[in-house]
C-alpha cells in the first residue's frame, strides 16, 4: 500500500465551526506533514511530525490544532477559521532521515472553503 | 530560509524537449526533488538529486549542480498529460517548494 489518504475530500465551514480533516497512511512511515496551498502557489509547510511528536511548526496560527494519535494517523483540527484560511490542505508521509533519499508521499488533498 | 526559483510558465509542442531550470540559495543542503502536480491534484515524486550529475528515469531526467545552486528536470517526448505544474523541492531540515512552473503541451 503506497497510498496516502485524506478525508473529507471537500469541505465548506463557517467562521465559528470546528472541524477535522484526517489522513491515513499504511506505509510504516514514522514522518507525517500538514501543507497549506493556495491557487497556483506551491505547498506550504505546516507541521512535521516524527515518531508522533511533534518536532515542527512553522508559526502556524493557534486554530490550527495537528494531532497524532498513532503512527498512521494525522489529524487537524479546525477552529474559528477565517476565510483566508480557504486553501488545498495536503498530508503527506515519509520515512525518517535527517539525510539521504527520502521522498514525501502525497495525499490527494482536502479542499477547505471558509465562509 | 531558501530562496528557490524557477520559471513561472513554459509552453512546448507535443514530442518536444523541455527543459525546467531551478536555482536555489540555501544552507544545509540536504537534496533536491522535482514532483509533478496535475490541476486540483496532490504533487507526485518524478527525482530526486543530492550529488551532481545527471539522473535519468525514462523520458524524465535531472540535473544537480551544487557548487552552482541549480537543478533542471529535462522532460522529452512531451505527451499532453504532462501538462502541469513542475515543483522543484530542496531538502534541508524541512522541504521547501519553488512556486512551481507550468508546463502546456500543446498538439
Known amino acids: 500500500d503506497t497510498e496516502v489518504t485524506q478525508t473529507p475530500k471537500h469541505l465548506v465551514m463557517g467562521m465559528t465551526n470546528k472541524k477535522s480533516l484526517k489522513c491515513e497512511q499504511h506505509m510504516g512511515h514514522r514522518a507525517m506533514y500538514w501543507y497549506k496551498q493556495k491557487a497556483k502557489k506551491p505547498p506550504e509547510l505546516m507541521f512535521v511530525y516524527s515518531y508522533e511528536k511533534l518536532s515542527i511548526n512553522e508559526s502556524v496560527p493557534s486554530r490550527f490544532s495537528p494531532e497524532c494519535p498513532n503512527s498512521s494517523l494525522l489529524n487537524l483540527h479546525l477552529h474559528a477559521l477565517q476565510p483566508e484560511d480557504s486553501a488545498l490542505y495536503l498530508c503527506?508521509?515519509?520515512?525518517?532521515?535527517?539525510?539521504?533519499?527520502?521522498?514525501?508521499?502525497f495525499g490527494p488533498g482536502t479542499r477547505l472553503t471558509v465562509l | 530560509g531558501q530562496n528557490i526559483d524557477q520559471p513561472t510558465e513554459m509552453t512546448a509542442t507535443e514530442g518536444a524537449i523541455v527543459q525546467i531550470n531551478c536555482t536555489y540559495q540555501t544552507s544545509g543542503f540536504n537534496g533536491l526533488f522535482w514532483y509533478q502536480q496535475h490541476a486540483g491534484e496532490a504533487p507526485t515524486f518524478l527525482s530526486y538529486n543530492v550529488l551532481d550529475g545527471l539522473e535519468e528515469k525514462g523520458r524524465f531526467s535531472s540535473f544537480l549542480s551544487r557548487s552552482k545552486g541549480y537543478s533542471y528536470l529535462l522532460l522529452k517526448e512531451l505527451q499532453m498529460k504532462d501538462s502541469a505544474s513542475y515543483l522543484c523541492a530542496v531538502k534541508t531540515d524541512k522541504l521547501s517548494f519553488g512556486a512551481g512552473t507550468t508546463v502546456t503541451v500543446r498538439a
Open positions: 503527506a508521509s515519509s520515512q525518517v532521515r535527517t539525510s539521504g533519499y527520502n521522498e514525501q508521499f
